[in-house]
């Protein structure tokens, strides 16, 4: 029993041991975001808002444009209060809550120049963070009823990892390592440098201790069998065809978590979910996102 409750630790608790996404961990890090963001954006000064009077107050309404997964009130918060200190921010949709095509999800009353810098970079998050929510949604809502959980991969934007590994959680999927720094992904080009599949095995157990997990990657039943004999506990299975993940859940009898990796779609995700495996990872969650279209409004200008 006790193995049985260590397997399923490792298959669906999220991996996240250098960041804990708790809400004070996520605000700090949208603080950190934003600032970025305005300063590449807002710089030294807004020389359009400007011309608009500096006493002049307005309500400010986010519209949602499309039905969408909700994702990133931390990021949209500090940017308005980044550039308008006083607003006053009331939310009609709450985080990981789905909105509907025309909804106002967010009404911002404040000084109008500081609501007009803080605009685009809070849209921008907004837009970003929402759409990788919803697109894992999609994908969870795909497997529901399998055992198979949705996970990322380290295709993420450049800076923006943490954001788009938490919008990934908020659409209901699951964090695969961080970074390099977290846990260990054997691929084709550490196996040949390594000297095969055992030693490489082995030589990661000099790490153990510091990795959250220990995983290897696959591309042939053959090399499953040389994973499992070696004591692999995670193998990644690459870009296999249906027949080929069949037999491999077979032949891994539960033994290590299985993963698949590369050439999902939505369209062929079900059959592949079906299979058995545990895990399926995704790039194309964080790598290849539309951004949900969101506008504001003003009153009172």
Same mark, same amino acid.
Not at 58 to 63: F, P, S
Not at 242 to 249: D, F, G, N, Q, T
Not at 286 to 293: E, I, N, Y
């Given at each position: ?43 030294? &000064? ?20 499309? !039905? ?13 209060? *980044? ?30 120049? *500081? ?8 849209? !921008? ?10 697109? +894992? ?8 009823? +399998? ?23 908020? *659409? &209901? ?65 690459? !870009? ?11 032949? !891994? ?8 990796? *590369?050439?999902?779609?939505?369209? &062929? ?33």
């Amino acid at each position: 029993m006790a193995r049985k409750a260590a397997f399923e630790r490792l298959c669906f608790a999220p991996m996240t041991r250098f960041f804990d996404f708790s809400p004070a961990a996520v605000a700090a890090l949208a603080q950190a975001d934003v600032a970025r963001a305005l300063q590449e954006d807002v710089g030294p &000064g807004d020389l359009t808002a400007a011309l608009v009077p500096a006493g002049r107050s307005v309500t400010a309404r986010i519209l949602a444009r499309e !039905n969408a997964v909700l994702c990133g009130r931390d990021w949209v918060e500090a940017a308005v209060r *980044g550039c308008e200190p006083l607003a006053q921010l009331q939310w009609h949709v709450a985080e990981g809550q789905r909105c509907q095509a025309d909804q106002v999800v967010l009404e911002i009353r404040g000084a109008a120049r *500081g609501l007009l810098s803080a605009e685009r970079s809070a849209l !921008n998050f907004l837009q970003l963070l929402s759409g990788v929510a919803t697109r +894992t949604a999609e994908h969870v809502e795909a497997v529901k009823g +399998t055992r198979a959980r949705i996970v990322d991969t380290r295709k993420t934007l450049p800076s923006l990892r943490l954001a788009q590994k938490y919008a990934v959680r908020t *659409g &209901g999927g699951q964090n695969h390592r961080i970074g390099l720094y977290d846990a260990v992904l054997i691929k084709e080009n550490h196996i040949a440098a390594a000297g095969g599949i055992r030693p490489v095995l082995e030589a990661a157990q000099q790490v153990a201790a510091q990795a959250e997990f220990i995983e290897i990657e696959v591309e042939t039943l053959a090399q499953l069998h040389e994973a499992l004999d070696a004591g692999a506990r995670m193998v990644l299975l690459d !870009n296999m065809a249906l027949p080929s993940l069949h037999e491999a859940v077979r032949i !891994n009898a539960g033994r290590a978590v299985l993963e698949i990796s *590369g050439g999902v779609t939505l369209e &062929g995700l079900r059959a592949l979910a079906e299979t058995g495996v545990d895990r399926i990872s995704i790039g194309g969650l964080t790598k290849d996102v539309r951004a949900v279209d969101f506008s504001m409004r003003f009153e009172g200008l």
